[in-house]
């Protein structure tokens, strides 16, 4: 059965930038098939997709990362990452990475597509 792990959260200041790691083991599909996605949950609001990669690296930003988030995957690693440049307050959240075994986006990353997820990593950006 797939299991994610994330790692790489961290308290920074605004403006400053992190990593996060999704690791997969124990698949019995190839990670390559499935479309990776990190989403995060803030206090008091729902969780939401940040940016999801399908099986063929097609991709996905919310509005707010565009141009400061880059999502990438290294099947070789059975790894995807989630680089934050320029952090703010605002993205201060738990991010989750999940899977889908579909791999197809269909321009869309939402939580109800995705049928396994990490424990989250806890970011924190604050002066």
């Known amino acids: 059965q797939l299991q994610l792990v994330e790692s790489g959260g961290d308290s920074v200041q605004p403006g400053e930038s992190l990593r996060l790691s999704c690791a997969a083991s124990?698949?019995?599909?190839?990670?390559?098939?499935?479309?990776i996605g990190w989403f995060r949950k803030a206090p008091g609001m729902e969780t939401g997709g940040v940016s999801c990669?399908?099986?063929?690296?097609?991709?996905y930003y919310l509005d707010s990362v565009q141009g400061r988030f880059t999502i990438s995957r290294d099947n070789s690693k059975s790894t995807v990452y989630l680089i934050m440049n320029n952090l703010k307050p605002e993205d201060t959240a738990l991010y989750y990475c999940?899977?889908?075994?579909?791999?197809?986006?269909?321009?869309?990353?939402?939580?109800?597509?995705?049928?396994?997820w990490g424990q989250g990593t806890q970011v924190t950006v604050s002066p």
């Open positions: 999940a899977a889908d075994p579909i791999g197809v986006l269909f321009g869309l990353c939402t939580s109800s597509q995705m049928k396994v």
């Open positions: 124990g698949v019995s599909m190839s990670m390559d098939y499935y479309s």
């Open positions: 990669i399908s099986s063929s690296d097609d991709t």
